[in-house]
């Protein structure tokens, strides 16, 4: 029962630097998404995919970019590291579109991120 | 544009009272509407979802919501709070022709003893 899983856990980075978020899930989903938590915000959507080979912006796309080769995967990357960048990152999928005929997301654990 | 509000981003309630927390959502009729719990250091996890199939929704964990089209409202409750509820709740909504869905900015639950 993996379901989604997101490496690393924890992060620290320098500012400038690069870095990849990786977002795997194993239940054959096609609608994977990418959101960032910070306190008291909710969650914003960065970055959507309907399926491998497609992804669309969301809310907060700045700074970031992904990719989408297979159903599975669905990496964030992260350019130029900024200290705005920090904030928890989590990735979620769902087998149609986001709520469509009530499917819920599903979500991973997260990815603690802090830029000094 | 579309919004979701979550009135009051922290609410305290002694163990075995009533757990209320809002959720109100903006303009149409939205056809989903859903309601996460996070715990801390975890993902978000699904407590339950109203599909319009009834107004009153029973999900996991002895809560339930109740859809009020005229309030524009999709409260959450539980008659009894328990220790283990001390979490953070979002309420979440998608709207029709949307691939994506909103999420409210979340309450903090605190339980008191």
């Known amino acids: 029962n993996a379901g989604v899983t997101q490496t690393p856990k924890f992060r620290i980075l320098k500012i400038g630097q690069s870095m990849t978020l990786q977002c795997a899930q194993d239940m054959n989903h096609n609608y994977m998404y990418w959101y960032r938590q910070d306190p008291g915000m909710g969650l914003k959507l960065i970055y959507y995919?309907?399926?491998?080979?497609?992804?669309d912006k969301g809310e907060v796309p700045n700074g970031y970019n992904v990719s989408r080769s297979t159903t599975e995967d669905f990496p964030l990357r992260l350019e130029l590291a900024a200290p705005s960048q920090t904030s928890v990152y989590f990735c979620?999928?769902?087998?149609?579109?986001?709520?469509?005929?009530?499917?819920?997301?599903?979500f991973g654990d997260g990815t603690r991120l802090s830029i000094l | 544009a579309q919004s979701v509000t979550q009135l009051g981003s922290h609410v305290s309630v002694s163990e075995g009272a009533l757990v209320l927390l809002r959720c109100n959502y903006s303009s149409s009729v939205p056809p989903y509407l859903f309601w996460y719990v996070q715990y801390p250091n975890q993902g978000l996890q699904l407590l339950l979802k109203y599909t319009s199939a009834a107004t009153l929704v029973k999900g996991i964990n002895g809560f339930e919501a109740e859809f009020k089209k005229s309030e524009t409202s999709f409260h959450l409750t539980k008659p009894s709070a328990h220790m283990s509820d001390a979490a953070e709740y979002f309420c979440?909504?998608?709207?029709?022709?949307?691939?994506?869905?909103?999420f409210g900015k979340g309450t903090r639950l605190h339980i008191l003893p």
């Open positions: 995919s309907v399926g491998a080979g497609i992804t």
């Open positions: 979620a999928s769902s087998y149609s579109p986001s709520g469509e005929g009530g499917q819920p997301q599903h």
């Open positions: 979440a909504v998608k709207w029709y022709r949307d691939d994506k869905i909103i």
